[in-house]
């Protein structure tokens, strides 16, 4: 059974870069049929796709966010990471990692399983 | 890309129907059948309830199902129980670079 673990600092300070990893057990990140992505979820607010990577490194960003975000893949560690730069306090959120379908190879799209979830705070 | 445009609240009694609209453009839900809905209870991560407008993923209740007319998907909960209670959010996917657009969600409740 997939499971994927998110990791990182819980408090970052603005101005600074905030940075995660997912960790994925039970499953090879090196799936010719998945993407594997990033979402963030304000406290008390709705989801926000940030982005999404391919094994071989393609990746693809939420143009409000692009010019800020970095996501890079492990695939010796079966990781990718998350890095998010110039946070303010609008970065506060829960970040969930998940895998996402690809359309070119499972012919489908949707985001499943989930991480559990982690708080990052953006304050001094 | 806007966020895809759900009501706040939805609720029925226990045994009844609610439905939950998820309204887009023909960019997004129009445009291809890639609507998903997710299920999240509180401080949980979002569970895949809905994928390709209408299919359930294995272990999901056939009390749950999709549909779209035009640009506007829906959820149906038939015969609603006390655990469906939780915020429902729609994603469509939205092309050009893979990009993902999710609902503003709605919170369902059981009477």
């Known amino acids: 059974q997939l499971q994927l673990q998110e990791s990182g600092p819980g408090l970052v300070k603005p101005s600074e870069t905030l940075s995660l990893t997912c960790t994925v057990s039970?499953?090879?990140?090196?799936?010719?049929?998945?993407?594997w992505g990033w979402i963030r979820q304000p406290p008390g607010k709705g989801l926000e796709w940030i982005g999404s990577?391919?094994?071989?490194?393609?990746?693809y960003y939420n143009p409000s966010l692009k010019s800020r975000v970095t996501i890079s893949v492990d695939t010796s560690k079966n990781q990718f990471s998350l890095k998010l730069n110039s946070v303010t306090a609008a970065d506060t959120a829960v970040y969930y990692c998940?895998?996402?379908?690809?359309?070119?190879?499972?012919?489908?799209?949707?985001?499943?399983?989930w991480g559990q979830g982690t708080l990052v705070t953006v304050s001094s | 890309q806007s966020a895809l445009t759900q009501p706040p609240s939805a609720s029925g009694s226990p045994g009844q129907s609610v439905t939950i609209s998820c309204t887009g453009t023909?960019?997004?839900?129009?445009?291809?059948?890639?609507v998903s809905w997710y299920q999240q209870h509180p401080g949980k991560a979002p569970k895949l309830v809905i994928y390709?407008?209408?299919k359930r993923p294995s272990g999901v209740p056939d009390r749950f199902s999709g549909s779209r007319f035009g640009n506007t998907a829906s959820l149906t909960v038939s015969g609603l129980q006390a655990e469906d209670e939780a915020d429902y959010y729609c994603?469509?996917?939205?092309?050009?670079?893979?990009?993902?657009?999710f609902g503003t969600g709605t919170k369902v409740t059981v009477l």
């Open positions: 998940a895998r996402r379908a690809r359309i070119a190879a499972a012919g489908t799209n949707y985001f499943d399983p």
């Open positions: 990577i391919y094994y071989s490194g393609s990746t």
């Open positions: 994603s469509s996917y939205a092309g050009s670079n893979n990009f993902e657009v």
């Open positions: 023909s960019s997004d839900v129009g445009g291809y059948n890639y």
């Open positions: 390709e407008v209408a």
């Open positions: 039970g499953g090879s990140i090196s799936s010719s049929s998945y993407y």
